[in-house]
C-alpha cells in the first residue's frame, strides 16, 4: 500500500489535478494534503485535524512536475521543522513529506478505511465489523511485505462473512441493474421509454 500511495502521491497527474504543482512556502496549497487523508489513507473521520492539513501541505510544498515526471522544488519548500499528528517532523526537504506518507500508510485509521472499502467492493455494503478488524489485523501485519494487497485480499476472500449465504450475489448487478448502469454511464439521454426492451 505505501508503494501504491507513493506512486499516487507523485503522479504528475495527481500533482496538477490537486494544485500540488502551486503548493508552495509563500502560500501552501491544502488540496492534496487532505485529499490524501480523506480519500486515501484515514477516511474523512479518521486520523487528522486542520493542523494536520495545514501542517502536511507545508511538508508538500515543492512537490512538483518537469518534464512530465515528479519533481522536488527545494527553492520552493517551507523549510524547518513539521508537527505532525502529534509528531516533531525534522526538517528534510522532500523526506519530510515521505515520513508523512509513511505514518499515514501505517495508521491503524488507514488500516481500517481500506479495509472497509475493499470489503464493501467484495463482500457487502455494509461490512461486519469482526471481518473488518482481521482484515485491518492483516493490512497491519504485513505491511512491509511485498504482498501485503493480497494478504488483504486472501483475509477477505477466505473469510466466512464472504461464503456467507446472506452475501451471496449481493455484489453482482442484476440485468436491470447492469441495463440502468449502462445507460447511466453512457450519459445517454432520452425519456428511457425503451429501457425495459433490453435482452441482457
Known amino acids: ?25 509563500s502560500d501552501a496549497n491544502e488540496n492534496y ?10 477516511g474523512v473521520d479518521g486520523c487528522y485535524t486542520q493542523d494536520d492539513v495545514e501542517s502536511l501541505a507545508e511538508m508538500l510544498t515543492g ?3 518537469r518534464n512530465d515526471a ?10 524547518g521543522s513539521k508537527i505532525f499528528q502529534g509528531v516533531t517532523i525534522p526538517e528534510g526537504g522532500v523526506e519530510q513529506g515521505n515520513t508523512a506518507l ?3 500508510a ?12 475493499l470489503i464493501q467492493v467484495f463482500v457487502s455494503d455494509t461490512p461486519d465489523a469482526g471481518l473488518i478488524a482481521r482484515c485491518a489485523n492483516t493490512f497491519q501485519a504485513a505491511a512491509n511485505d511485498n ?16 461464503n456467507n449465504s446472506a452475501n451471496f450475489n449481493g455484489k453482482i448487478k442484476s440485468p436491470v441493474e447492469f441495463a440502468v448502469s ?19
Not at 515528479?70 to 523549510?79: E, G, I, P, Q, Y
Not at 439521454?189 to 425503451?194: D, L, S
Open 1 to 25: 500500500f505505501r508503494t501504491l500511495l507513493d506512486i499516487s502521491a507523485k503522479s504528475p497527474a495527481m500533482l496538477i489535478y490537486l494544485d500540488s504543482i502551486l503548493n508552495v512556502r
Open 33 to 42: 494534503a487532505r485529499e490524501v487523508m480523506e480519500l486515501s489513507t484515514c
Open 63 to 65: 512537490w512538483q512536475v
Open 70 to 79: 515528479f519533481f522536488f522544488n527545494a527553492s520552493a519548500h517551507t523549510l
Open 102 to 104: 509513511d505514518m499515514l
Open 106 to 117: 501505517n495508521h491503524s485509521a488507514t488500516a481500517n478505511y481500506i479495509c472497509f472499502k
Open 147 to 162: 504482498d501485503q494487497i493480497a494478504q488483504v485480499l486472501r483475509t477477505i476472500l477466505t473469510s466466512p462473512e464472504f
Open 182 to 200: 449502462m445507460v447511466r454511464s453512457l450519459n445517454a439521454q432520452g425519456n428511457y421509454e425503451n429501457l425495459s426492451l433490453i435482452h441482457i
